[in-house]
C-alpha cells in the first residue's frame, strides 16, 4: 500500500511539474506577444527614424518601423490607414508592400509630403495584416 502511494505522489509531483512549465511557457508567449508595435517618426530612409513622435504638423514627412516579435512569415504585407473621427474609424488609405519573410522589422517612410502632398489634420490608425488578412499589429498618430 505505501509502495502505491510512492507512486501516485510521483506521478502526482510529475504532473504538477509539468504544468508548471507549461504555465511558464504559456507566460513567456503572453510576455512576448506585447513585442508588437509600430513606431513613428521623422527622418530619412538611410537614416532611419531619427525623432520618434506620435503628432506631426501636416507638412512633415512620416516614417513607421512596423516591428514584430516572430519573423513576418509572408512574402506580403497589406497596409491600412483608417482616419478616427468622431468615434469611428474610416479608409483614408492602403497599400501593399512585399517583403522578405524571414524580416521581423520594416522601416518604410509612408507619407512624402513632396510626393503625396499635406496630410489632413486628425488621428489616425495604422493597421498592418498579414496575407491571411490577420491584423498583425498597429499604431497611432496625430496630425495637428
Same mark, same amino acid.
Given at each position: 500500500?505505501?509502495?502505491?502511494? @510512492? +507512486? /501516485?505522489?510521483?506521478? !502526482? *509531483?510529475?504532473?504538477?511539474?509539468? %504544468?508548471?512549465?507549461?504555465?511558464?511557457?504559456?507566460?513567456?508567449?503572453?510576455?512576448?506577444?506585447?513585442?508588437?508595435?509600430?513606431?513613428?517618426?521623422?527622418?530619412?530612409?538611410?537614416?532611419?527614424?531619427?525623432?520618434?513622435?506620435?503628432?506631426?504638423?501636416?507638412?512633415?514627412?512620416?516614417?513607421?518601423?512596423?516591428?514584430?516579435?516572430?519573423?513576418?512569415?509572408? @512574402? +506580403? /504585407?497589406?497596409?491600412? !490607414? *483608417?482616419?478616427?473621427?468622431?468615434? %469611428?474609424?474610416?479608409?483614408?488609405?492602403?497599400?501593399?508592400?512585399?517583403?522578405?519573410?524571414?524580416?521581423?522589422?520594416?522601416?518604410?517612410?509612408?507619407?512624402?509630403?513632396?510626393?503625396?502632398?499635406?496630410?489632413?489634420?486628425?488621428?489616425?490608425?495604422?493597421?498592418?495584416?498579414?496575407?491571411?488578412?490577420?491584423?498583425?499589429?498597429?499604431?497611432?498618430?496625430?496630425?495637428?
Amino acid at each position: 500500500m505505501r509502495r502505491s502511494l @510512492t +507512486s /501516485l505522489a510521483k506521478a !502526482l *509531483l510529475i504532473v504538477l511539474f509539468a %504544468s508548471a512549465l507549461s504555465g511558464c511557457s504559456l507566460l513567456t508567449a503572453i510576455l512576448e506577444s506585447g513585442d508588437d508595435g509600430i513606431t513613428f517618426g521623422t527622418g530619412t530612409f538611410d537614416e532611419g527614424i531619427t525623432q520618434e513622435k506620435t503628432v506631426f504638423s501636416p507638412d512633415d514627412d512620416i516614417l513607421f518601423e512596423a516591428y514584430t516579435n516572430n519573423a513576418f512569415k509572408t @512574402t +506580403s /504585407l497589406h497596409f491600412i !490607414l *483608417l482616419k478616427d473621427e468622431l468615434d %469611428s474609424e474610416w479608409i483614408y488609405d492602403e497599400w501593399d508592400l512585399t517583403v522578405d519573410p524571414t524580416w521581423n522589422t520594416l522601416l518604410y517612410e509612408f507619407h512624402l509630403v513632396d510626393e503625396y502632398g499635406e496630410l489632413e489634420q486628425g488621428d489616425y490608425i495604422l493597421r498592418m495584416f498579414n496575407s491571411d488578412s490577420e491584423l498583425m499589429t498597429e499604431g497611432t498618430f496625430t496630425v495637428s
